[in-house]
Every structure is written in C-alpha cells, then in structure tokens.
C-alpha cells in the first residue's frame, strides 16, 4: 500500500503530538551542541574565553588542568621547559594593589605569529584558534618572538608520553590550543572546567559570536578588556576586572 | 641424447643456485612480523592499505588539524588502536606493527616523534 499524502500529513500530525507529550525539557533529539566529525570548523563561530580577574583566586588550578590535559611535562628547568598557560601577578607599586590572572595564547583575530612564520605552520582556524602545525614547523621561533603575550614555548627536548590528542615535539613551537580536541567534541577547555570546579569560577567559555551564549551576553552588557588592546589584534580572550 | 640430459642438468643447476642466492638475500633482513591485533577488516582492502597508507594519513591529517574533520575512520589514533600490540600497548618495539615493517623495507617514519605509539587506555563511555 502506498501511503498517500492526507494519510503521510496525518502520521506527522500524530508524531508531534506524541513528542510534545514528552515531559518539558527532554528531547527526542537532542540540540546540536558539538560539531559533527564529518564537519568542517566554521568561520561563524568565534571561540573565545572571558576572564573575571576579581574572582580569580590565588590558585593555579587552571595551569595544573591544562599541563595535565596536555601532557605537557617538564624536566625541571623552568627557563626552558614548555610553558602553555601561567598565572601572572600584577601589583600596583604605589597603592600596594595586587591582582593575578591567568595569560595564555589569546588567540587574536589577527595573530603576528602567523603573519611572521615562513612556513605556514603557525595558522587561524576558521574558528578563530591559533594553532602550530607541527607538520611543517620548521623551530624557527620567529612566532616566540612576534608574540606579545610571550605565549608560545619551544620545545628543547625530546618528548615521550604523550597524550594521543595532543602530539608534541622536539624542535617545534607550541602553545595553547583552547583544547582543540575537547572543543571539537563539544566540551570546554580543560582550564576552564578546573577553575569551575576548583578555583574561582572565573572564567567563561564560549562563541563570541553566539548572541544566545553566556560570554556574548556578557561582552556585551559589561565591561571588559584586551590585553595589549593598544595592537588591535582582537583576542579571543577577554579579561574583566583589569 | 647425453648433452639434452646435461643441457637440463645444467638448468637445474642454475636455477637451484638463484633459489639459495635468494633465500640468502632474504635471510640477510628480518622479516617483519604483521600480527593483526584487534578487528576483522581493516579500512580498506589489505593491497590498498599496503601501498597507500601514508597518502591516506597525510591527507586526514591536514584535513583534521587544518579544518577541523575529525573523522576517526583515517586517523594514526584508529590505526594504533586496532594495531598496537597486544602485549606492549604500542605499535613500535622489535615486532611492532608498524616499526617492524619500516625497518624492512628501510623507510623512516616521522609520526611517533610527536605522536604517541601507544593504544589509549579504555575511558569510561561518555554519558
């Protein structure tokens, strides 16, 4: 038997009747919240974090989640051990004031490290992370250097131990990923669930450009800053409180 | 009818000869161990895989960390799961699946500087 129209119309009318039976707030299908595999990342979304300084308590929890996320080990040399995120303290000579936050790649817009890296290595996902394909770097450091957040580390020694999504090596550049591989499976960055979970809640992540999203509503109803805002380079990461 | 008999003699000979300076040559290098692990097929037909495994990995890997596919089918993390040994964890060491096939045919293989060799430990399933 074929079904025709009136009857196909009607077997619609009796699927959704049946669904908004369901109890309020489940789904039949769930909100798309993460990308599929099969998906490309897209220039529509801007990923990005939102920093409340005054909240960020004198914890290092965020360091510790993401050097733990990221396999990234040191050998005990602290001026030449790779470095992804670090807590800086800011005190105020004069009046004795003292704040600390945590600075990372900030994941600018119109990131130096890209425009100065000759082999194309250091690059922007549509996105809007800055990451280092390690394929094609070359450990000229040039990006260290353009960097004005000081951000990106270079690996000196070889690395064993690895974490299998996130790959590191000897004689190439890195820095913070925004978790890239959490991200793509839907999740937040590892520093960000650390410091909701152990320090001060501080810090927001979303898509800066999802009017729908916690850090979009907050861009835009409080007051927030870059760091180095003097360059222009539109970060990704925006700090409150400074 | 003598000289066909040595005339075959002869051949034989030849050929023996060849055969032992082949069995020779091929002792000369280890044969590489491929023990399948884990799975019934792999991604592709086995001829396939062989000569073409490497354009299949560099191709997902600058579509995965470029654009941000992150299809598993392709990926070096799909193929240490399924090949890493059973008894190291890892796909490299003397009977690895992939150290012991590149160090008979001499070709040097990059990945595992950066990338580890090792199977992931199982996680829990996501909820």
């Not at chain 1, 769930?30 to 914890?59: F, H, Y």
């Not at chain 1, 040191?74 to 000579?93: C, M, S, Y």
């Not at chain 1, 591989?181 to 669930?193: F, I, K, L, N, S």
């Not at chain 2, 193929?79 to 150290?99: M, N, P, Q, W, Y």
Request: charged share 25%.
């Amino acid at each position: 038997m074929n079904p025709d129209r009136r009857q196909f119309l009607g077997w619609g009318a009796a699927a959704a009747a049946a669904s908004a039976a369901l109890a309020p707030g489940f789904r039949l299908i769930e909100l798309a919240q993460a990308r599929s595999p099969r998906e490309a990342a897209s220039v529509l979304q801007r990923w990005g974090l939102l920093i409340d300084i005054t909240k960020c308590a004198d914890c290092d929890a965020c360091v510790t989640a993401c050097h733990e996320e990221n396999g990234v080990t040191g050998h005990g040399r602290p001026e030449t051990d790779a470095q992804w995120i670090r807590k800086v303290n800011l005190r105020d000579k004069r009046t004795g004031y003292a704040q600390t936050l945590p600075l990372m790649c900030q994941h600018c817009g119109h990131p130096p490290c890209v425009d100065v890296c000759p082999t194309g290595a250091s690059f922007r996902r549509d996105d809007g992370i800055v990451l280092v394909d390690k394929h094609t770097c070359i450990g000229c450091r040039y990006c260290v250097l353009a960097c004005p957040y000081g951000a990106r580390s270079f690996v000196h020694e070889a690395v064993s131990g690895q974490k299998a999504d996130v790959p590191r090596g000897k004689g190439t550049v890195e820095s913070c990923t925004l978790c890239v591989h959490r991200v793509d499976r839907g999740e937040t960055p590892a520093c960000v669930e650390a410091c909701n979970r152990d320090g001060g809640k501080a810090m927001v992540f979303g898509d800066l450009n999802d009017a729908s999203a916690e850090i979009h509503r907050r861009l835009r109803s409080e007051t927030s800053s870059q760091i180095r805002a003097d360059l222009a380079l539109n970060t990704g990461v925006r700090y409150q409180g400074l | 009818m003598m000289r066909v008999a040595a005339g075959i003699i002869a051949a034989l000979l030849v050929l023996a000869g060849f055969a032992y300076a082949e069995e020779k040559r091929a002792r000369r290098v280890t044969v590489p161990t491929v023990k399948i692990e884990k799975g019934e097929a792999c991604v592709a037909p086995t001829a396939e895989m062989r000569r073409d495994h490497m354009k299949m990995l560099l191709h997902q890997r600058d579509r995965t960390l470029r654009q941000g596919f992150r299809e598993p089918r392709f990926s070096l993390k799909n193929c240490i799961e399924c090949h890493a040994s059973r008894e190291t964890g890892s796909v490299l060491g003397k009977d690895g699946f992939c150290s012991s096939c590149h160090a008979y045919a001499a070709v040097s293989m990059d990945c595992f500087e950066c990338h580890t060799p090792q199977r992931q430990a199982r996680t829990a399933a996501r909820p």
